[in-house]
Every structure is written in structure tokens, then in C-alpha cells.
């Protein structure tokens, strides 16, 4: 007996691990399992029935998916809402040639005939008959078509291989993809797969999910199953005889060991580090928005020391020009518009602008700058309304204004006029911190992302109890003071501040404001954080807290890459993942473990943004030379070379005045912040014609595409003949310093000045066909003056100067 329970207990030892084994055991393909006619398997409506509705198009927006459907008949687009679809499967249907399904014949449902073209459909055929996808839906119906009560959770998509290198005569190449689910159970699922190219000259893709190699180059091919999304990187070489090439020295730095690996997969052979004069005029230029001064060129191509470029990164980044620009680039993620302000648009824009730019002088972390955004609220720890009120008040007034800078919170960011709705808010606030666009899940599940509208709806419901208004406890006191400025005040939002409500604060009176807060809440709520954790928020709570709580995660999805990967297009013609607002599983990243590398270090290093700025541009991979090879010439995304970019508007407008400047203002022009478009001037000039034509930002859309640096005819003439550019030319103190010597009597050095014009404006020193072309113009001008003058025109017209290469 004794040996008989042992054997029992061994048996049921051994259970467990068999499970397990089995659970593992990756089931074959549904167009295998149904082939015959007599499969005894039942479908399951999520796993088979919905994804092969897709798959054939029919919950696509163009056919039943469109918000109108099609034929009185109307899915989910792309099939996330399971009940939704099961009922109109099973409805009424206006045809007078029979019923969609039908339980009892099911050869003569509807979704068969249609599909088979036995009767008409304007989809045409979408299966042939016998084929395993007839038997797959007359078996699910024969079997009760019945529907999904409790969704089941897909893990994750396996695709196989993880990585297809082509070769110019590989043949076709079959993918496999295996779904895993929250249980452990796989299935091989290629069949009811959507599949997508990211660029079909590389790689196509037949709706059966085989690959064919179109061309050389990188791309991703995209597959799509229930509610996920897996991209499979593609590649072929160049150049055959250079696919195996490798590098003759190791890579100077973790940047570039990843960016060369994938280079040599591709074999492309990377350009040259680019000259002395190209890295001083590209890395000014992308760290401060500012073009170097003669001097400093100078002084920089004599400077024999190896560590030179190093030296000046670090130096660039303790010049206030740098906290400037970037600056500008924090506003333009976040939205600063003068137009978009709920109180006095220009006045609170330049705020959010000089706070920003304060806490980049301190290199402030970025997780705690973001939170000192993310989290404010209009009143400060402790402080009562009026003291509030006097508070902000103090910012206007004309004598001895405070300095809104030094607040410890910027709550604009909440107060704009778009932010009204807690819809507006999600959108904004996954464009600004997690680089994601929403505005597909609002309406329907997102194509390319796990986020349906029930995600969106969820998400959007942290931001409810964000208000700006008058809180109930201040209602009495706000009335009070708006009584005594002549402010009226209607309903319980209070009233926006006019210019002559203003005037009370600038002759020193104290007048109400509105504020932001954070109105109390009812009851505890369980959220979702877009399918990346719950959070229980309770009466009382901030749900900003948990959001944020989230963000600074080490495992958070998307807070430090968004980040980093802006960072990174803003140095180079694109981002690792690009456009560089969108992240999301259809549109991967060029460079994966690039990405992840310099985003973990990025967090370890406690989100220091001047580490991530010197990381970069110590690298070769920017340095390198915009000169191509045979090998990099059509390289676009993988940084093998230098792209030329146009100047942004900002630097152009400021470029120009730092050219013509006089001598003895080379220094001011660079260094007054409060004249410069980079700087204090960045928000008054918005909206500028000027501004306009270069492409600067209205930040009214969530989209970082509303910065345009692509040139354009309009700036060629605009650069041409606009008053701006001759007003700066006839007012230039450098020709004016020119003609004053000539009118003395004395003969200016024209080799000297030739000089001098090419590294004001291109930053190099002119080469000897610039400088027998320069002398030529001279000889035959009334005066030096003049033939500088038109030098300066034409160099200022040239790509040389329009780009930063």
C-alpha cells in the first residue's frame, strides 16, 4: 500500500510539469487545422473569428468599420469591441436573401454568401469556396456562434526570425508569427495576421505574411493580431562586397559601437569625421542657436590640443545661449502659445518661457523639471488666496516686478484655452511627456497601438478634477477684489484679466486671479495607465501624483525615451524613432538598443539633460562629415553621415545681426539674451512674418511636425529682397566701421575683410577661388564699404549659411 501511494505522489509530482509542457506547446495554424471540412475544433470568436474579419478587410475603416458601416451593417474598426461585433453578426439585416447567421443552415448565412459572392456584395469574394477560411466560419457558426463575454489578455507577439538580413538574390522568405496569452497558451497565427511594409522598395509582404526583398536598405515589416502589434527589422546590403565589411578601429564611444554595428550589417561605410570649422559652427549652432564669432574660430582652428572639441561642448553648455535654446525646445513640446493663454496670452507665455529657461541655467533634472510642471497648481504651498493674488499680481506691476521665474512650480502649462476638457488635456499632456499621439484612440481602437477608446477614456479621467477658476473656499474674497478693479464677474469660472484690470497691477494694486486646482473627488477610482499599470486614486488624492509616480518609473514605456529621442532628432536630420512624437509598436526604432542604452543612462545619471547633450555631440556619429560615399549617399536614418539642415527660424533671424554686427558688439549680440529671437524676444516674436516663413511653431496642435526646417522658395526671396535683411545690411555697424576708414583716408586691408565676411557668416575662412572672386567684386565697386555690403548679401544667400551642416 505504502508503495502504491508513492506511486500515486509521483504521478501527481509530475502533473505540474507536464501542464506546463503542453501549455508551451505552440499550436499549428488555423489554415492547417481547418483545411478539411470536417475539423472538429471549435472556433473562438477572439482568437480566430475577429482577427480573420480583419485580415479579409471587413472591419476595416473602408468597409463595415467606417462609423456609418457599410449595407446597414456596422463592426468595430480594426475589431476591438468583441459584444459590440458579436450582436451585429447576430442582428437583423435588410436583405430579403437571408439572415447573417444562421445556426440552423448555416451554409445559407449571409457572412458565407456574401463572402463566397453567391450572392451580391460589394466587397466582392472574400474567400473561395472549400478554402480554410469557408470551413473556419461555417464551423463557428455550426457550433453556435457564440461570441466573447470576458476578453482574454494577449501577452505578446513572437515574430520568427527576429531579424532578416536579404541578400540581392535571397529567395522569398516566410514569416511566422505566434501569439502568447496571458495563460501561456500559443498558437501559430500567420494566417490571421494583418501585415504591413514600412517601406515596400526594401522589403513587400503578401497578405500570407512572405517576404520578398525589393531593394537595398532598412526597414520594418509590421504584423497586427487581436490587440498586438510586433515590428520585425529588415535589411539588405548596400553593396554586396562591402556587406561584410568591417570597420578598421574600434568605436570611439557606446554611440557609436551601436550606430557602426547596424552600419555594418548594411555595408555602408560611414563619412569622415567632418574639419575643425564644420564640428565648431554645427555643435554652436544645435547646443546655444548661435553662430561662432571670427575669434572663436580662430582661436579654435589654432588650438592644437586633442581634447579641444570636448573642451568647447563643455563650455557651450555653461553659456546661457544654451539654456536659451533649449529652452525654446522645452516650449515647443510643451505648448507655449501666446494665443492659446486663458489671461493675458504674450505676458504669461514669456513667464513659461523664463521659468523654463531658469531652471536649464540650474540643470535642473528633467524628471523634476517636468514634475514642477506636471503637478502645479496656481497657489503655493500654504498660501491664501489673497496672498496668491498679491503674489502674481507683483509679476505686472511696472516698478520692481518679481520675477515669476523663481516660482518653484509653472502651472501655464494647465491654464490654456485648449486644455479645457479632460479629453484636451490626455492629448496634450501624452504629446508633451510620453511622445505618443492619442487622437486615434479617442474615437475608435488605435491602429497601430494596444489603445482602445475605453484606455483613452480612462486615461482622460486623471485630468477631471484639474480645474482653473475661483475655488468655492476663495469665491468671497475673489468677488471682493474684483468689485474693487471694476472686474465683472460672471458664473463660477470668474473672468478673464483685461488690459485696463491690468493697469491696477502695474501701478503696484493688488486684483483677483484666477487660479488652478484641484477640485476634491467624490469616490475612490481604479484607472489605466494606457495598459502599462492600474492606480487606485482615493477622495483627496492628486491623480497627477500617480501619473507622475509612473512616469519616473525606470520601466516607464515612454517618459525618458521621448525625451532622449527628441534630443537626439534635434541633432541629427531625425530621431532614433522618427517622427519623434510617435512612438508606438508600429513605428520602431531604427536603433533599438541605442535608444534603450542612452535612455537607461540617461535615468541612471538622474536625468541629467547636459549629460545627454554631451553624450551626443561627443560622438562621431555627429561629427561625421556631410560628405557621402558610394556606399552612404542614399542614407537617411542611419546616421552615416551629416544631413544638412535648414536653419531653425529663430537662429536665422539671430544669424543675420550677429553677421553685420559691429566689431565692438560681437560680443552683445550673442550674449543679451533680452535681444535675442532664441531668448527673451523668442515669444514677443511669435507669429512674426519672419517667424512665420522659417517655420517657427505656433504650438496650437499636438504634433512636434509644426516645426517645419525644410526650405522653402518663400525664404529664398524673402532672404532676396525682404526690407528685414536690407534694413540689417544698410544698418550694419561693421559697414559702417568700413566706410568710416575710408572716409578718413585709409585703405582697409581687403584680405583681411574677406576673411572676416566668411567666417561672420559661414564659419569657415574663405578658400582661393572665394577670396580671387571676393577680390574681383572689390575691384570694380565705387568703395570697400559697398563691395563688403553686397559680400555679405550674397553670403547671407547662400546654402552654406541657410544650412547647418
Request: glycine share 6%.
Amino acid at each position: 500500500m505504502r508503495a502504491f501511494f508513492s506511486c500515486v505522489s509521483l504521478l501527481l509530482m509530475a502533473v505540474p510539469a507536464f501542464a506546463e509542457q503542453a501549455a508551451t506547446k505552440t499550436l499549428p495554424p488555423v489554415s492547417q487545422r481547418f483545411a478539411p471540412a470536417d475539423s472538429g475544433e471549435q472556433p473562438d470568436f477572439q482568437k480566430h473569428v475577429i482577427p480573420l474579419l480583419g485580415r479579409l478587410g471587413c472591419n476595416g475603416r473602408a468597409c463595415h468599420g467606417s462609423f456609418q458601416g457599410r449595407g446597414g451593417f456596422q463592426l468595430s474598426l480594426f475589431g476591438y469591441d468583441f459584444q459590440m461585433d458579436h450582436a451585429a453578426l447576430h442582428g437583423k439585416t435588410g436583405s430579403t436573401t437571408g439572415t447573417r447567421i444562421n445556426v440552423k443552415q448555416p451554409e445559407q448565412s449571409l457572412i458565407l454568401r456574401k463572402a463566397l459572392q453567391q450572392v451580391d456584395h460589394e466587397g466582392g469574394e472574400r474567400f473561395t469556396s472549400g478554402s480554410w477560411e469557408h470551413h473556419l466560419f461555417q464551423r463557428w457558426i455550426e457550433t453556435g456562434a457564440r461570441g466573447t463575454q470576458t476578453p482574454r489578455q494577449l501577452k505578446e507577439l513572437q515574430l520568427e526570425p527576429a531579424e532578416v538580413i536579404f541578400h540581392k538574390d535571397s529567395r522569398p522568405l516566410q514569416l511566422q508569427v505566434v501569439a502568447v496569452w496571458q495563460d501561456g497558451s500559443r498558437e501559430d497565427v500567420t494566417p490571421l495576421c494583418r501585415f504591413r511594409s514600412n517601406d515596400d522598395t526594401v522589403v513587400s509582404v503578401s497578405e500570407n505574411g512572405e517576404l520578398k526583398t525589393e531593394g537595398p536598405g532598412d526597414t520594418h515589416l509590421i504584423a497586427f493580431y487581436d490587440n498586438g502589434v510586433a515590428a520585425l527589422p529588415v535589411m539588405r546590403a548596400i553593396s554586396e562586397q562591402d556587406r561584410e565589411h568591417t570597420l578598421p578601429t574600434p568605436a570611439r564611444t557606446k554611440i557609436d559601437a551601436f550606430i557602426e554595428a547596424k552600419l555594418n550589417k548594411l555595408g555602408i561605410q560611414p563619412s569622415p569625421v567632418c574639419t575643425d570649422a564644420e564640428f565648431l559652427r554645427r555643435v554652436s549652432i544645435d547646443l546655444t542657436g548661435t553662430l561662432p564669432a571670427p575669434q572663436e574660430i580662430e582661436t579654435f582652428l589654432a588650438d592644437p590640443s586633442p581634447s579641444k572639441r570636448d573642451d568647447k561642448i563643455d563650455e557651450l553648455l555653461q553659456r546661457p545661449a544654451y539654456a536659451a535654446w533649449w529652452a525654446n525646445r522645452l516650449c515647443d513640446f510643451t505648448g507655449c502659445n501666446p494665443n492659446q493663454q486663458a489671461e493675458l496670452g504674450q505676458d504669461l507665455s514669456v513667464q513659461w518661457y523664463t521659468w523654463i529657461f531658469q531652471r536649464l541655467q540650474e540643470n535642473l533634472p528633467y524628471d523634476q523639471l517636468i514634475e514642477r510642471i506636471v503637478l502645479s497648481r496656481s497657489r503655493e504651498e500654504d498660501q491664501s488666496f489673497l496672498e496668491y493674488s498679491q503674489s502674481v499680481s507683483a509679476y505686472f506691476r511696472d516698478q520692481a516686478p518679481a520675477e515669476f521665474a523663481n516660482r518653484h512650480t509653472m502651472p501655464h502649462y494647465w491654464t490654456r484655452r485648449t486644455m479645457q476638457k479632460p479629453e484636451d488635456k490626455a492629448l496634450a499632456f501624452a504629446h508633451s511627456f510620453l511622445g505618443i499621439r492619442l487622437q486615434c484612440a479617442q474615437c475608435h481602437k488605435h491602429p497601430f497601438a494596444p489603445w482602445t477608446q475605453t484606455d483613452f477614456q480612462q486615461f482622460s479621467a486623471f485630468f477631471k478634477q484639474v480645474e482653473f477658476g475661483v475655488q468655492p473656499d476663495a469665491d468671497k474674497e475673489y468677488r471682493q477684489l474684483a468689485q474693487k478693479v471694476g472686474l465683472n464677474v460672471r458664473g463660477k469660472q470668474g473672468a478673464p484679466i483685461r488690459p485696463d484690470v491690468l493697469k491696477h497691477a502695474q501701478a503696484g494694486r493688488v486684483i483677483p486671479w484666477r487660479e488652478l486646482y484641484i477640485a476634491p473627488q467624490s469616490k475612490p477610482a481604479s484607472l489605466s495607465l494606457l495598459r502599462s499599470g492600474t492606480v487606485d486614486i482615493s477622495p483627496g488624492d492628486d491623480p497627477r501624483s500617480a501619473i507622475m509616480d509612473w512616469m519616473k518609473n525606470p520601466d516607464n514605456p515612454w517618459f525618458a525615451r521621448a525625451f532622449v529621442n527628441r534630443v537626439w532628432a534635434g541633432y541629427f536630420h531625425a530621431g532614433i524613432i522618427d517622427p519623434p512624437d510617435e512612438l508606438n509598436a508600429a513605428n520602431p526604432p531604427s536603433h533599438p538598443q541605442l535608444l534603450d542604452w542612452l535612455s537607461s543612462e540617461f535615468i541612471a545619471h538622474e536625468y541629467d539633460m547636459q549629460w545627454l547633450h554631451r553624450q551626443i555631440v561627443s560622438s562621431d556619429a555627429y561629427q561625421c562629415s556631410r560628405t557621402p560615399n558610394a556606399t552612404n549617399s542614399a542614407d537617411r536614418r542611419n546616421f552615416s553621415r551629416a544631413i544638412p539642415r535648414r536653419l531653425p527660424a529663430e537662429i536665422v533671424y539671430d544669424g543675420i545681426k550677429q553677421a553685420v554686427a559691429a566689431s565692438d558688439e560681437m560680443d552683445s549680440v550673442r550674449t543679451d539674451l533680452t535681444r535675442r529671437a532664441i531668448g527673451h524676444l523668442s515669444m514677443r516674436l511669435a507669429g512674426t512674418y519672419a517667424m512665420h516663413v522659417f517655420g517657427k511653431p505656433e504650438r496650437a496642435v499636438n504634433c512636434d511636425c509644426e516645426r517645419v526646417n525644410q526650405p522653402t522658395l518663400l525664404q529664398s526671396i524673402f532672404m532676396q529682397n525682404d526690407p528685414l535683411v536690407e534694413q540689417r545690411l544698410a544698418g550694419s555697424g561693421w559697414i559702417e566701421e568700413i566706410a568710416a576708414l575710408e572716409q578718413a583716408g585709409s585703405s582697409p586691408d581687403r584680405a583681411s575683410l574677406i576673411q572676416t565676411a566668411w567666417l561672420r557668416t559661414v564659419g569657415r575662412e574663405p578658400n582661393r577661388q572665394d577670396i580671387e572672386r571676393a577680390k574681383q567684386h572689390l575691384a570694380q565697386c565705387p568703395t570697400t564699404a559697398e563691395g563688403i555690403s553686397d559680400l555679405l548679401w550674397a553670403l547671407l544667400n547662400t546654402k552654406e549659411f541657410m544650412l547647418n551642416h
